[in-house]
């Protein structure tokens, strides 16, 4: 049985070498296990530091370093080993996820794979943890739910009391046996049921992706375990500043506030999503009232009110932008430039180049052919972009017409429907034409896209989930991508393929539903 060990890190260098240091000097129950190390673009040359201790310690033939040059966030981190072991010909049986500050404290491995050995149900199994004091910390929960998130933010004992076996953490002495989810400090997944649900979502940054994991998994009809025995240290929130029952209140962050958005959103729906945080909003009122009777500190975050209103109720309620907490500018700005552009406010063709410049290095790109279509479809679609920058609507007017009108005539025409507001790079070819529906959030640039291509949302209940197509893409005919997915940098999508799931950089995939095919990763076309 192999074990591919999976550790996401971000400026958090040497405790990651621990983390990688407790795996080595393990045997494991003499299982092979392999450590593949991501580092999510650190600061402080965090990835020149990992690969010279690899090297210095000889580690090469057990450690796979991954340079990444965005920050991926946890889940979409992990995602990138996840895709890699799918492409290699004999995939591992089990994947570890070990936060990068987090240690083995024993062979938590070797007993984690036994407790899924001994339970073919099981899809998961997390260990138990310990803090640098030596104190235990819960890693066993219930899934959480709209009565126990009410409950939780009145932080009334009376309330909490009533709820529960549903709100609070299992205790750290709970045995082994079947829960709802565990810590994803260390948890044990079998790979072939990880594959099957997709991995983790992408939209995740941080929190909630695991919980998001196991509830999938859990749906698909697996079990999830805790394995008390599996010992792990864990330095909490030594990468994020996030401690839970931190004494000293704390301002939550952003990406913190749209993980449970999403997470909720997802398994109750939008409607519900909101109503149950209106309810959380009025039962914290009412929980700080008690405090302030009863001359109590507030137990909230700092800034909950307003943060529960600007990054959960007013996006869920379609009243205001994804917004989030900028401290340097001190202020809130949107949460990135493109979440302007799904809804058509700013002009996105490439900044770093004129507009006539941008329609000369399309027409060059389409082999300088005035009469194709590709070309007159991105024409329009820049000229869209264009005309968003005149910021009074009046003068903008008689503009937003004319695209209107071309914009239809290139769906008429060429059969390329390619809104404004999807954000296009440079040296894009659409190459052929007819039966394009090019409705990404972003394609990047040299990309290429053939005739009959669909890119488009998987499900009317997810209106916003749509592809982003890395850099160098080559999309053949026919092809479906469709969901909030990733599709690598230098990807080769084959003909007639249907993409559900994020594409790693690099790899060629085919077939209905998409599947990685055995061959050597495609070089950039720069």
Aim: glycine fraction near 8%; include cysteine; proline fraction near 6%.
């Amino acid at each position: 049985m192999s074990v591919a060990v999976i550790i996401v890190n971000y400026a958090t260098a040497e405790l990651t070498l621990e983390a990688v240091e407790s795996v080595i000097s393990r045997d494991h129950g003499g299982r092979h296990v392999e450590i593949h190390v991501v580092d999510n673009a650190s600061p402080e040359n965090d990835a020149v530091v990992l690969a010279k201790a690899i090297e210095a310690r000889g580690w090469q033939d057990h450690v796979t370093l991954y340079p990444e040059t965005e920050n991926h966030g946890f889940g979409r981190g992990c995602n990138v080993v996840l895709h890699h072991l799918t492409e290699q010909e004999t995939a591992p049986e089990f994947v570890l996820l070990l936060n990068p500050d987090a240690q083995l404290q024993n062979e938590a491995i070797d007993l984690l794979a036994q407790d899924l050995e001994a339970h073919p149900e099981a899809a998961a199994t997390g260990s138990g943890i310990s803090l640098p004091s030596g104190g235990p910390v819960s890693a066993a929960f219930h899934f959480p739910t709209p009565r126990s998130e009410v409950a939780k933010a009145m932080h009334f004992g009376p309330a909490l009391r009533l709820l529960r076996t549903r709100i609070e953490a299992l205790p750290p002495e709970t045995p082994a046996g079947e829960v709802d989810w565990v810590a994803g400090a260390a948890v044990l997944f079998r790979f072939a049921p990880l594959k099957a649900v997709g991995f983790f979502d992408p939209v995740f940054f941080l929190y909630y992706e695991e919980v998001d994991l196991m509830r999938r998994l859990t749906v698909a009809g697996h079990k999830v375990r805790y394995c008390p025995q599996a010992r792990v240290l864990h330095h909490e929130g030594a990468a994020t500043g996030v401690r839970s029952g931190a004494a000293e209140r704390r301002r939550r962050p952003s990406y913190l506030y749209r993980s449970w958005r999403h997470y909720f959103s997802k398994s109750l729906g939008r409607r519900r999503t909101l109503a149950m945080a209106l309810a959380m909003l009025g039962s914290a009122g009412v929980g700080r009232i008690i405090g302030v009777l009863r001359r109590k500190p507030s137990p909230l975050p700092l800034s909950f009110f307003r943060d529960q209103m600007q990054m959960v109720i007013g996006p869920l309620s379609g009243l205001r932008r994804d917004l989030v907490y900028d401290a340097e500018m001190a202020r809130f700005v949107p949460r990135r430039v493109f979440t302007e552009a799904e809804r058509g406010y700013i002009n996105t063709n490439p900044s770093e180049i004129g507009f006539l410049a941008l329609v000369a290095e399309d027409f060059r790109t389409h082999e300088s052919d005035f009469f194709s279509q590709g070309f007159w479809a991105l024409f329009w679609h820049r000229f869209g972009n264009l005309r968003m920058s005149v910021r009074h609507k009046l003068v903008r007017a008689p503009l937003t017409l004319i695209y209107r009108i071309t914009y239809k005539l290139s769906q008429w025409m060429g059969g390329i429907d390619l809104p404004f507001a999807v954000i296009v790079g440079r040296r894009v070819k659409l190459e052929h034409f007819g039966g394009m529906i090019l409705v990404a959030e972003r394609i990047g640039d040299d990309v290429i896209i053939r005739q009959n291509t669909t890119i488009g949302i998987a499900s009317v209940a997810d209106l916003q989930g749509r592809p982003s197509i890395g850099n160098g893409v080559d999309i053949g005919a026919g092809a479906v991508i469709i969901g909030r997915i990733h599709v690598g940098e230098n990807a080769v999508i084959g003909a007639n393929a249907v993409v559900c799931r994020d594409v790693a950089k690099g790899s060629t995939v085919g077939g209905v539903p998409a599947r990685p095919l055995r061959v050597k990763p495609r070089k950039s076309r720069k």
